[in-house]
């Protein structure tokens, strides 16, 4: 069983950064791909961005590239999402998932295990 937490949300105005960290609880890490998926009020789950087991292969939706960084530090069990240049419609609950199998990166069905999320409010 893999347990996944989140952190580093809260309320940040437009133009402002924010990294969030995903601490995982499971002794072999780095086999896990970890992505971060986010969803706004009212509106469907989507890919923000994710990275695979070895940190060589990442991925993002096209509306944070260039903003948001994926990175992953194996040795503390940890992957963070630099995000730069919020706007408001980054506004949404951030989770974190696990996943040990292949496959895409963005595909969202593949992860098996998800955090709770943390909150990111971006004003305007």
């Known amino acids: 069983q893999v347990q996944l937490q989140e952190s580093g949300g809260g309320l940040v105005q437009a133009g402002g950064s924010l990294r969030l960290s995903c601490a995982a609880s499971?002794?072999?890490?780095?086999?896990?791909?970890i992505a971060w998926f986010r969803q706004a009020s009212g509106k469907e789950r989507e890919f923000v961005a994710a990275?695979?087991?070895?940190?060589?292969?990442?991925d993002y939706t096209d509306s944070v590239k260039g903003r948001f960084t994926i990175s992953r530090d194996n040795a503390k069990n940890t992957v963070y999402l630099e995000m730069n240049s919020l706007i408001h419609e980054d506004t949404a609950v951030y989770s974190c998932?696990?996943?040990?199998?292949?496959?895409?990166?963005?595909?969202?069905?593949?992860?098996?295990?998800w955090g709770q999320g943390t909150q990111v409010t971006v004003s305007s």
């Open positions: 998932a696990a996943d040990l199998g292949g496959g895409g990166l963005r595909n969202e069905e593949r992860y098996e295990y």
């Open positions: 499971v002794r072999t890490f780095s086999n896990y791909a």
């Open positions: 990275i695979g087991w070895s940190g060589g292969r990442t």
